[in-house]
DNA sequence: GCAAAAGTGTTCTAGCTACACCCATGC
DNA sequence: GCATGGGTGTAGCTAGAACACTTTTGC
């Protein structure tokens, strides 16, 4: 390990920094989750103050001077849906220079999937509001609709549209190689396959053979010991007894 | 798309930043390249001043107020190296609270792939003598092998022993889905499938068919017109002649 | 009995791996 | 003639797509 010498030392003691310009950073969080009807879904909080008044954008803030990067994304994430101990990734940082018209701020961008029913979205101080948003798509880029609202992909802040292009992008790249589907589940300590197949449907955007799907899950998590039978069943509602699985925490 | 308001212009006018504290931000450059045995390897330059003065570090410098982050990147690049108009991707962003023991610092890095001949390595100013490092690893971790120096995993100034490891593996990741391998060719214009073997061969680590490798050649590049013939052939020197391609540049 | 999820079996094929084999050339 | 890289052919295997079919339960 790097022992700094005692020049070093005193170096470090009596160093300054330079009053040159600094940008601002912030964490901004993309925060996926699945709707009840099982459609891919982003929070968004309405800005009511300048810049870019009355429009959307994904919820962040500035980074604390003595939080990493990935602890004021949790911070935020904690603030804005009262949620803690979430698995959160680094998706990208955008830095242009006119991306924020008051001055320059550097974004470092997080995402984040959790389960809808855990969500209890805090509209933090009443300077905003907040609201789940499915995403669509048509010929004009994205469309997001929320329960009240409708967002075109121009009526979201600053470049928030290209971080959620590169979100989304990122996360149907990522979730067949990545364990974010089973943070989707309401209770990954009890779920069964079909519930996992309507996830891995939703992020892909297509239909899946049940057949094959659940052969695929029992070689890919069960044969490796990444999920177990909890032993349990399904009470049979209308249907079937199902197979309930756990996930196991590493 | 969004028009601000006259009483938004007029805010914006008026609109003075806060005198919080701000952390800088710098940009990082991994630069790739592959030695003339094929090696994977990596530029680094020997740090002259504190902290950690002595030791090896990847290129980067601090971000400036009128450019984004890429072009501060490239910028970087080409004061290191000479080279210009190479693409660089983003790779990911590093901002723990005491990675650099002078002041908080978020590192954007990011990464290039160049081809050998074409490095100009340049000092800059005398304040630090760069060279190139070919990637090993033993039990206690990255080594790197310059001509003149040995550099281990804890020899690395800040994180960036963390910052190289993350490099390497999105590099090994990356190889097969994008066009990674052309940049590191000496000429993209006139190469043989051989040269882009070995490439491949030296980010993965492994050996390839090169019967298959050739078959998959075609498939990938050139039915899909990326790769076309020059229509000429190597000079038979030792051995029979090959055919030569050429990258279509989108 | 029908709808719908739960679960199993089987066929067919595209694509990959492994490897054998020929070609061209310089030494 | 042999080493080396250039280039072709092909047998065999496997993952996966497609789909048929059975089970269980509530209505």
New interface residues.
């Given amino acids: 390990?790097?022992q700094?010498?005692e020049?070093?030392r005193e170096?470090?003691r009596n160093?300054r920094?330079g009053d040159?310009?600094?940008?601002?950073?912030t964490v901004d969080n993309v925060i996926f989750t699945l709707s009840d009807k099982h459609e891919l879904s982003i929070l968004l909080i309405q800005r009511r103050n300048?810049?870019?008044?009355g429009?959307w954008a994904i919820p962040g803030g500035?980074?604390e001077?003595?939080?990493?990067?990935l602890e004021a994304a949790a911070r935020e994430l904690k603030e804005e849906t009262g949620l803690e101990n979430i698995p959160m990734d680094?998706l990208?940082?955008f830095?242009?220079?006119g991306r924020d018209?008051?001055?320059?701020v550097?974004s470092?961008a997080y995402m984040a999937f959790v389960p809808k029913d855990s969500l209890n979205i805090h509209a933090g101080d009443d300077a905003r509001d907040a609201e789940l948003f499915r995403i669509y798509r048509n010929e004009e880029g994205l469309v997001l609709i929320g329960t009240r609202h409708v967002v075109k992909e121009?009526?979201l802040a600053f470049d928030h549209a290209k971080v959620i292009e590169t979100a989304i992008q990122r996360l149907k790249n990522r979730i067949d190689y990545t364990e974010d589907a089973f943070h989707f589940l309401e209770n990954d300590q009890s779920f069964t396959i079909y519930e996992l197949k309507k996830i891995f449907e939703t992020v892909k955007g297509e239909n899946l053979d049940a057949g094959n799907f659940r052969r695929d899950f029992l070689k890919k998590y069960v044969d490796t010991g990444k999920v177990v039978e909890t032993g349990e069943k399904t009470s049979a509602n209308g249907r079937r007894a199902a197979t309930l699985y756990r996930k196991v925490r590493q």
Same sequence: chains 1, 2.
């Fill in positions: 390990m790097y700094p010498s020049e070093e170096y470090l160093y920094p040159y310009e600094r940008p601002s950073v300048f810049p870019y008044k429009l500035f980074v001077m003595t939080e990493s990067l680094q990208a940082t830095g242009d220079v018209p008051r001055m320059r550097i470092v121009d009526e």
